[in-house]
């Protein structure tokens, strides 16, 4: 017998009964594309080295820019693919990439086509961050990157987005001590914007800059980090506003502060989730980053959901497709083993048994396929 919904023939009939059914889960903050790990520098950390130790010791992001700048777009889509779809294993249906491995033009770009063949080959959907302002580059004073990142980057990303080459929907910049500064990065910003880019970057991370107040008075559409965030900050972001992207893996990993998530919250700031997937904090798993941020930072259950749904699909200008299940908006939902829902952060790192199906645009995605990646 042929069933039918309204005039479409139902191909596929899966039985939920006793299970849950949850929206996509959508990862608003990752740097996917490198080559070479950094897992040597796990033990720097453990021993005591702080971010900009290693960074200023030559490892950290210019370990990986230089790994990143000898690989072959070939090599990196295959590394990004792997990554990808394990993601996708682990629910996540929408996944915000950015650039920032390249810290020059020739790079940056090859990082971002690698990023738009993704977009057509793979079945998760990704929203393009061009980070080029991610990190100064070792024979580069920060002025000098600046001024790089405006007259030679943004020109030419523009240029290939203008001949449909690529399609980048954010801008990004490092706003911290050390790096770019708050008029650097406001430079950078206001290019961005005024070449049609969303403003989603990196403030007040490690040390207060009030790079917050910055984005918010240029009216970012996201900001992430935020863990020395100014009670100012919150009040400006809450006033705009302006989604904060959360990312309880690096804060972790890096022994920061906790962001002061349950202010934002208070204050009407829109509080989103990512993994912050890099060489740094590897990880591909939204719902670990759910159980984090609620054991780490305070959150409920329920404010974690809706934070790396909804919020997360806001942060990226995708809330209209993305991020619960409606009517008109893509067929991307997640099938659990469980009667409720909060097993999905309850079981802790487990992943493969207690994700039963992942829907990708009405389609039932292999993940069995693709936990062998």
């Not at 810290?103 to 959907?125: F, G, H, S």
């Not at 406001?186 to 009030?210: V, Y």
């Not at 990512?274 to 329920?302: E, K, R």
Request: aromatic share 6%; proline share 4%; net charge negative.
């Amino acid at each position: 017998m042929e069933l039918k919904y309204k005039d479409h023939i139902v191909e596929k009939i899966i039985d939920a009964s006793g299970r849950t059914v949850l929206p996509g889960l959508v990862d608003a903050h990752t740097h996917p594309v490198w080559a070479g790990d950094r897992v040597h520098e796990f033990s720097m950390k453990l021993a005591g080295a702080t971010y900009m130790d290693i960074y200023e010791a030559g490892g950290g992001i210019h370990f990986t820019v230089n790994h990143t700048r000898q690989a072959t777009e070939d090599e990196l889509y295959g590394l990004l693919k792997q990554r990808l779809m394990r993601m996708l294993a682990n629910g996540t249906v929408l996944v915000e990439g950015k650039s920032g491995y390249g810290l020059d033009t020739e790079n940056e770009i090859k990082m971002l086509r690698v990023l738009e063949r993704a977009k057509r080959e793979l079945p998760i959907d990704i929203s393009s961050t061009f980070c080029g302002a991610h990190a100064v580059p070792k024979n580069q004073t920060a002025e000098e990157a600046t001024e790089n990142v405006l007259t030679q980057q943004i020109p030419e990303v523009m240029r290939l987005q203008e001949m449909g080459e690529l399609h980048v929907d954010s801008i990004d910049v490092f706003c911290e001590k050390g790096v770019f500064n708050i008029d650097q990065s406001r430079k950078i910003l206001e290019a961005g914007r005024q070449a049609g880019l969303r403003l989603n970057f990196h403030a007040d991370e490690l040390t207060p800059t009030c790079g917050t107040e910055m984005g918010a008075s240029l009216g970012a559409e996201a900001m992430s980090h935020l863990e020395e965030i100014s009670q100012e900050g919150i009040a400006a972001m809450a006033l705009k506003p302006s989604v904060a992207v959360i990312l309880p893996t690096t804060a972790y990993l890096l022994r920061l502060k906790p962001p002061p998530v349950r202010q934002m919250i208070n204050q009407g700031v829109p509080v989103a989730l990512g993994s912050d997937f890099n060489p740094n904090a590897h990880c591909l798993s939204m719902p670990l980053v759910m159980n984090l941020a609620c054991v780490l930072f305070g959150m409920t259950l329920p404010e974690a959901l809706v934070a790396a749904t909804i919020n997360a699909a806001a942060a990226l200008g995708k809330q209209k497709t993305h991020g619960s299940l409606e009517v008109g908006k893509y067929g991307d939902l997640l099938i659990l083993n469980a009667p409720r829902w909060e097993h999905l952060v309850y079981q802790m790192g487990d992943n493969q048994q207690i994700i039963g199906k992942v829907i990708k645009r009405g389609c039932v995605v292999d993940r069995e396929v693709y936990w062998n990646y």
